[in-house]
């Protein structure tokens, strides 16, 4: 048995957005996009994983505590990972936005265009960088997961990529009541029903909407 | 007093759109149009104006019943009174979509390229034809509508419109759970904060989430 291909707990604004424009290292998310997770910091599953701290329980909560059980290996897109852009330095000290401690403890294949080698961090982390696309990619973190589920973390074009690739079994959403008005498109251009996915499960959280979006047919 | 410029239930998919595609006689709501509107249908607010029978009570419908409150008059860009296109013909037969008694019971404002006189229905709705463009409707309507509101009737393109003259003071959408992939967009391109518009109140009803968009500055 082989696991899903998902995306969890991916934040986005009522008018499409999955991040606000003009990300650098003092805005990760882009301008404004701290906004699309307000629902998610306050949670005991956030707060517990980053802060050390007890956090809200709930409905949000339960959404943010799913969002990370059953990975046995993540994608992200280079931008996730790394504000830089281009050919990596030789010897990049840039090890991710997590510290020395990432929360992924498993394998993350990170798309780029430009090689690195693969390095481990504390807690279980090594971070892969696949140059040969995002097929590639998904086939990679595809043997490492084994049984477990793949997760493409983001950011808003890769997970474009893979559901025009209809490599995404289910999708998580939640809606934040914010509108961004610029930055990350997260469905635009895209023809979901045509692509075979459909929304089948709206939850009311706390501070979001949290959707369950599936491809209907196999894949 | 003068009341305000609003718009009210109106259905949006979560990625975006306020109708589908291919608007016609027998689909006047566009293709996968009437998704955007299954959590209207069953409310007592619909069944009771339109088929004369009782329907379901809770949220969903607090919000209908309030959509058709307080109303002096309305704006309907062009396609959302009628499926032709282009000149009106001569003592056209075409008077909308809602038969004899239409459920306005106020002056309607249509915005059209083309001159068509003036004509009143059973139960109080008059239709007027505007072609000198948005602001003149508005300004009418205003001055027909006093101290009551003026209701933006959609469609999405007649919605943007106004919101890009910051003219709406208002907007009460309601996001239904589904993805219609094509369509009439509502928030493409309109970068809402910007024009100085925020969500302020996010509601679960039963078979939509409720959102309270108001422009912050004044007029």
Known sequence: MTGKVRVSAFGVSVDGFGAGPDQSLENPLGRGGPLLHHWFFPTDAFRTQHLGQPGETGVDDEFGKRSMQGLGAWILGRNMFAHSRGPWAEDDAWKGWWGDEPPYRCDVFVLTHHPRPSFAMKGGTTFHFVTNGAAAALERARAAAGDLDVRIGGGAATIRQYLRMRAIDEMHVA?????????????????????????????AGERATHLKIVRKDPR
Chains 1, 2 share one sequence.
Do not use: K, Q, R
């Open 175 to 203: 809606v934040s009541p914010v509108v961004l008005g610029v930055g990350e498109p997260l469905w635009a251009g895209l023809d979901l029903p045509a692509l075979g996915y459909d929304v089948v499960e709206s939850t």
